[in-house]
């Protein structure tokens, strides 16, 4: 048995690249539902932690694949698989909620938001990886970086798009 972290432990563990994926229940703290693993699967004993999700075949069904544990003032996740970038967007979300983290504004998927803090106030960078435009709210009080230009709280950004916002203090 090899520990991981000091919440779990790692009973057993195969991999098997190239093979069909497992299915996973998720338990509601994940949205609940169902999500695929596939390459590596870790087996792994609670030892006080709670299950996130659950394998749904084979000799692994019913055996935790995800798991949290509270440790110290904070949580311990171990993902004891590889999943869909859908599976670790839940897993994220969920870990940014036990940090108390929000999001700076809700956008469409595919559109990334990142801001930065200056003495003079916030930048705010809107980025769309599609090939769709986009409808994005940054919400009031914000002015396009480059022209100066007020920018209203709601706007399409084009496909590929990038907008640089700022906002003064004050």
Not at 108 to 124: D, F, I, M
Not at 149 to 156: D, E, H, I, Q
Request: aromatic share 12%; net charge positive.
């Amino acid at each position: 048995k090899v520990e991981a972290y000091d919440v779990q432990e790692i009973e057993r563990y195969r991999t098997r690249p190239g093979d069909a994926a497992l299915s996973l229940q998720l338990e509601k703290a994940l949205g609940g539902g169902k999500a695929a693993a596939h390459s590596w699967y870790d087996l792994l004993s609670l030892q006080g932690a709670e299950s996130l999700a659950r394998y749904g075949q084979e000799f692994f069904k019913g055996t935790p694949a995800i798991t949290r544990h509270r440790y110290g003032k904070g949580w311990a996740i171990y993902v004891g698989c590889a999943g869909d970038p859908g599976l670790y967007d839940k897993v994220f979300r969920m870990a940014a909620a036990l940090a108390g983290l929000k999001p700076l504004m809700k956008v469409p998927k595919g559109v990334e938001v990142r801001e930065r803090t200056t003495q003079q106030g916030t930048l705010r960078f809107i980025l769309n990886y599609t090939r769709s435009k986009k409808l994005v709210s940054p919400g009031f009080g914000y002015r396009d970086a480059f022209s100066g230009l007020a920018v209203k709280p709601s706007f399409t950004l084009e496909p590929y798009g990038v907008a640089v916002l700022e906002k003064s203090k004050g």
